[in-house]
């Protein structure tokens, strides 16, 4: 029998069972060519073959396609994310455009910088900043751009100009460096109004979008040289700003600007970041500067800069405010005080009242200036007649507190410590009372005790910045011990402080600060002068230039001698002789030997110093009587103190600009070339030169004994061969100087004898009355009004108790003036005037035009003798005499001009008690007799 073959079952189509088997199989499983591959294999067990080739190439197709998508999709990734932001980008600068945020920006700047941010004065009406500012005076620190070297500069001589291209800049990097309480950041909160408020244009400036941000607020936010941008830290400062919370702050935009280099971006005080980061800040704001083609204007105190972490930076340094900017600054200083705290508010009285009983605006404004005029003039006269007081106002912080002190108590501090004690006492205990506004603890001490050790606390950190929880805890000890109501508590006590004194700024869940670092620094000192292991705190902190103020006030406020003496054992660490030497400057008694060693030091270690070389001059001087001493040669590099204090409008001289180095007397090489050498005495200088180093003098405080007033000036003839004697007898009180001595052929020093030939300058220095501290110190500084009505009260003065009681001199006082006072007085004038002011220049005016001694009784050739010289000397006009407010108080007034005497037509002539024409006759007969 024949066996049959199996019979295939009937095919039926893929059932549930074999479509699980695809899906579980390792096809499906590879994806979604895969499931391609297996629907086309369920085809071909249908019998459809072609279907079953199409699918299969369609899944190697994914297949490949997938495979090299995986390999370029983070680059295809990359390129749409870019394509988004870019979108996003647009948007977002869409937006802000259509939004207007650059005028809502400045708009919001000006809001925060148009007042005068005056540290610690909150009880003082607003400043407008715009109104009481004084511009600062630059010069460059460093050897960068030529085109600044060797000239003062304003902040407008720096920045780009109008019609300068894009991008086109003197000095695109700038750090502005200064000692604290020299306005930089005052300089950059005026930068920042000005280009809010379209001022730059006034001053040629082009328009620039700026940019202010403090490093106190953002250097914990910075932990490379990149991070964070610019732009995100710009961003997150405006969203900080009031009234910005809700404005549309945009990264793209910033970036926008700050690439296209129309941005004025400053970085406001380096120097407040601890020492431990602030090398990292430095790169990071490197970084930022070299990245942005924009201006920049960083600032610093001089110990937080350094150069060498920056690329292309032009150092600027501010000066000491002058004396024409003391005076600018008291004049506007009054004249807005006067207004807002008195004559605005009578103004707006003024209103509501009747037609006939109300005052016109233009009284009310001459009312407010008149007491304005009259304020300032007083706080001149007291600060232009003490040297010491001259030179504590160098800077415009310095100058603020004086000005306060002025204003609440009308007397001025003698000393820095002073000025400090006085504005603590006034803003923790006066300004509180008297406004009404009192503390809880109304003594001043107290309040002073307890912030104490909060500025200690702050000063060891090594920070300005403090959280209110954490300052709480370091005053709770002090307030329990100070003040037993447990009511007041730490943080309340915080709060009073930044509130109603204004000591404080910050608060309402801000971090607090001190309003101005020296107050901080002040308060560590007074807190460790307290303690038994202050010494030895600060000296641990001596050679440290971040504790320089506090050591400063903490020698002052204790004993400076430890101070000096542990300099002297360091010699070769110049910042602390230096700091050594400012603190016996200014300390109110150490020993003159102890002096000497240390300016002997400082020459040692560098005998480039030429402040000390001059302090040193005059104290090696020979005595030729017991008032009067001559000095040695003067040097080149000490000549050149005079020079740059003239360039840096210091001093009112008007010597030649030019300053050769062929001025200098050294000896020559074998090649006959000369050797340069700043302590060689200087030579070539002219007889007004010479003049105008000898009054330049007198503005340096240091170079005489504390006691006494000295005038300094070119010795007669007759004082010169008295020296070349005793120096040829080889005296003990005329040794020769470093510089060599007359006996050097080429040597001829200047005299009193401008017709006496000299090339070199020997100074005598001469004690005169007390009396005549006044007119010196006015006259130094240039303060010509103050100077002429001063002269008038030296004048009755030196005639005697009847003639000040009368006001005026008589005849036969006049004939018989004392010729010592005369003489003395003249000599002052034409000394600090250049020979332009003096009654001997009057008096030859007086003969050029025909005036006589003795006109006997002519009077008609004496009135036309006074009236021609009048209008020489200008004090007649158009046919009229001139007023005494018409008097010309500068250098620009004609020859003679001064001094002045007023109410010229009456019986009286200023202290003359004749005819005017009559009186200088008599007047100029005494200065004949006198030999003027």
Aim: glycine residues 8%; aromatic residues 10%.
């Amino acid at each position: 029998m024949t066996q049959q073959p199996n019979p295939q079952p009937p095919y039926k189509g893929l059932g549930l069972e074999d479509v699980r088997k695809v899906l579980d199989s390792g096809a499906v499983k590879a994806g979604v060519p895969g499931a391609i591959a297996g629907f086309g294999i369920s085809r071909a067990f249908a019998g459809e073959w072609w279907q079953f080739v199409s699918l299969l190439g369609a899944a190697a197709g994914v297949w490949f396609l997938i495979k090299l998508g995986n390999r370029f999709a983070p680059k295809v990734e990359r390129v749409i994310d870019r394509a988004d932001q870019a979108f996003d980008r647009r948007v977002d600068l869409a937006l802000v455009n259509r939004s207007d945020f650059h005028k809502q920006y400045l708009e919001a700047l000006k809001v925060r910088c148009v007042d005068l941010n005056v540290e610690g004065y909150g009880g003082l009406p607003r400043l407008a900043l715009e109104d009481i500012y004084v511009s600062l005076r630059m010069h460059p620190g460093g050897r960068g751009n030529p085109t600044l070297q060797n000239r003062n500069l304003k902040i407008w001589d720096i920045l780009p100009k109008a019609h300068d291209p894009d991008q086109t800049f003197l000095a695109r990097l700038v750090a502005v460096i200064a000692d604290p309480g020299y306005g930089k950041t005052t300089l950059m909160q005026f930068l920042t109004l000005n280009f809010s408020n379209r001022g730059y244009g006034e001053k040629g400036a082009k328009e620039l979008i700026p940019v202010l941000l403090l490093f106190r607020d953002f250097h914990g936010r910075i932990q490379s040289e990149h991070e964070p941008k610019l732009p995100q830290l710009i961003v997150e400062t405006v969203q900080k700003m009031p009234r910005c919370e809700d404005l549309r702050a945009s990264e793209p935009w910033f970036r926008q600007q700050l690439q296209q280099g129309k941005c004025l971006v400053m970085l406001d005080g380096l120097d407040e970041v601890p020492d431990a980061q602030r090398n990292t800040v430095s790169k990071w704001a490197n970084w930022q500067m070299q990245n942005y083609p924009c201006q920049f204007i960083l600032t610093s105190r001089p110990h937080g800069f350094n150069s060498s972490l920056f690329s292309g930076v032009e150092r600027i340094d501010v000066l000491d405010f002058n004396d024409d900017q003391k005076r600018d600054f008291i004049e506007k200083w009054y004249r807005f005080i006067a207004w807002e705290t008195k004559w605005k508010y009578h103004l707006q009285d003024n209103e509501g009242k009747e037609p006939g009983k109300q005052l016109s605006k233009e009284q009310v404004k001459a009312q407010s200036q008149a007491d304005a005029d009259k304020a300032a003039a007083n706080l001149r006269q007291q600060l232009f007649a003490d040297r010491s007081l001259i030179d504590l106002a160098k800077n415009p912080l310095l100058l603020t507190i004086i000005a306060v002190a002025h204003k609440f108590k009308e007397r001025l501090p003698q000393r820095r410590l002073d000025v400090y004690r006085d504005i603590f006492k006034l803003l923790l205990e006066d300004r509180p009372y008297q406004r009404q506004t009192r503390l809880t603890i109304t003594n001043a001490a107290d309040n002073q005790a307890i912030l104490q050790p909060l500025a200690l606390e702050l000063t060891q950190a090594n920070e300005t910045k403090f959280k209110p929880r954490q300052g709480a805890a370091w005053i709770q000890p002090r307030l329990a011990e100070t003040h037993d109501d447990p009511a007041l508590t730490p943080a309340q006590f915080l709060q009073e402080i930044q509130q109603v004194s204004g000591l404080l700024a910050g608060g309402e869940g801000y971090l607090y600060e001190f309003t101005h670092k020296t107050f901080q620094e002040y308060l560590a000192a007074v807190e460790l002068s307290e303690r038994e292991t202050g010494k030895h705190d600060v000296m641990a902190h001596f050679a440290d230039e971040t504790w320089k103020e506090v050591v400063y006030f903490y020698a002052l406020l204790t004993d400076p001698v430890p101070f000096i003496e542990k300099a002297l054992e360091i010699p070769e660490n110049l910042h602390t002789l230096k700091l050594a030497q400012r603190i016996a400057n200014d300390a109110k008694s150490v020993d003159e030997r102890l002096k000497q060693r240390l300016l002997d030091e400082l020459l040692e270690r560098d005998d480039r110093i030429p402040d000390v070389l001059l302090k040193k001059r005059f104290r090696s001087l020979s005595f030729l009587d017991e008032t009067t001493a001559i000095s040695g040669h003067i040097s080149l590099s000490e000549f050149a103190l005079f020079f740059g204090a003239q360039r840096d409008g210091l001093f009112h001289s008007t010597a030649k600009a030019d300053f050769p180095m062929s001025r200098m007397a050294g000896p020559g090489d074998s090649e006959g070339r000369q050797k340069i050498n700043s302590q060689e005495p200087v030579v070539g200088l002219s007889w007004e030169e010479a003049r105008w180093f000898c009054a330049w003098l007198a503005t340096q405080a240091q170079l005489a004994p504390a006691e006494g007033v000295y005038d300094y000036r070119l010795p007669t003839p007759e004082e010169v061969e008295t020296f070349k004697a005793l120096e040829a007898e080889g005296s003990p009180l005329a040794p020769l100087d470093k510089g060599g001595g007359d006996s050097r052929g080429d040597l001829t020093p200047w005299t009193t004898d401008p017709k006496r030939p000299g090339n070199c300058l020997r100074v005598v220095r001469q004690r005169i009355p007390d009396r005549y501290r006044e007119l010196v110190n006015y006259l130094a500084s240039g303060s010509w009004k103050e100077a002429d009505q001063e002269t008038d009260k030296l004048m009755l003065k030196a005639v005697g108790k009847k003639a000040e009681q009368r006001g005026y001199l008589e005849f036969e006082e006049i004939r018989n003036f004392p010729c010592e006072d005369l003489l003395l007085i003249d000599q002052l004038w034409l000394k600090f005037s250049g020979g332009k002011f003096g009654f001997s220049v009057q008096k030859q005016l007086w003969c050029e035009v025909g005036g006589r001694l003795d006109f006997g009784e002519d009077r008609n050739a004496a009135i036309s003798a006074y009236e021609k010289m009048s209008e020489r000397n200008g004090w007649r006009v158009g046919g009229s005499y001139i007023s005494y407010s018409q008097v010309t108080v500068n250098t620009s007034a004609p020859i003679g001009h001064l001094p002045f005497n007023p109410y010229w037509g009456g019986e009286i002539v200023g202290i003359l008690s004749l005819q005017e024409e009559e009186g200088m006759g008599v007047l100029f007969s005494r200065i004949e007799t006198c030999e003027l």
